[in-house]
């Protein structure tokens, strides 16, 4: 009995004296954005389940590199985790820049039963085939572009450059707009915008707000013409290493993290509207059937698409 007891003190001696295993965890946004919020609270939900064996460290604000660089680095497991846009991840794994097609989605509801239906479960799973796990989906809204001029109506575009995310897609439909796309790091966006190397951009309302690119480029037209979610991605060579029962307990943590993260959203989104008219932004609500019109050649260009569009579109 003694003996028993001396052991199983000793045992609870190294679980709360170990010092815990550090998960680092990348993102381009700073404290206080939905998708790095949601991580931490994922973090908090895996400290206490695994008695403190793992801990999570988000690196804020692009600290550890854009999103392609960290895509990289949580491969070869230098860093576990990123929280990233899928856009940078088509590089990686073409098949998941489907979600980057414009005016795919119906609406909001039919974007989450394709992302929380079979479809996305499979290109979650995808994800293996490059040594990373995807953890789940948090939502980005809706991509609108603001300029340093007002854009009204497609034409409007004709012959600006737009910065656009490291993503083929983008490029594209900027051509079909008339228009040219940059790929650029979104670090660099504030000054390419400001210098005037760029003439726009394109993003959610949080990303505009938070970044304050609504300074130097006030003209926000909401054509919504994309709807790209984040994904949470883990390494694979780290992932490997967990026991059955730590797996489902990241898991479900990530699950959780993604409906806070959706909850935060909502409330960020509007707030972030509200803030960049504040700061002088002009909102403008274009006819979007123009938009959708023009970016329809976009769809000819990425034939290796054609079913799962198909299958997108049956979604209902
Ligand atoms: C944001 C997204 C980031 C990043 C950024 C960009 O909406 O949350 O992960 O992809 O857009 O445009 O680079």
Redesign the pocket.
Known sequence: MKRFLVILLASLMVMSFAAPIVIKSS???PHGYP?VEAVKMMGRIIEVMTNGKYKIEVYTSGQLGD?KETIEQTIMNAIQMT???V??LQMFYDPIGVFTMPYLFRDEDHFWKVLEGPIGEELLKGVEKIGLVGLCYYD?GA?SFYTRRPVQKPEDLKGMKIR??MNEVMVALMQALGATGVPM??AE?YTALQTGVVDG????P??YYTTRHFEVAPYYCLDAHTR?P?ILLISKAFWDKLTPEEKLIFKTAAIASAQYEKYLWKQMELKALEEVQKGGAKIFQPDITAFQKAAQSVYDKFPQYKDLIKRIQEVK
């Open positions: 993102d381009v946004h998708t999103e929280r990233v846009s856009a940078p980005a991509r656009v995310q790091a979104f966006v951009a394109e993003n959610n949080p990303s790209i984040e």
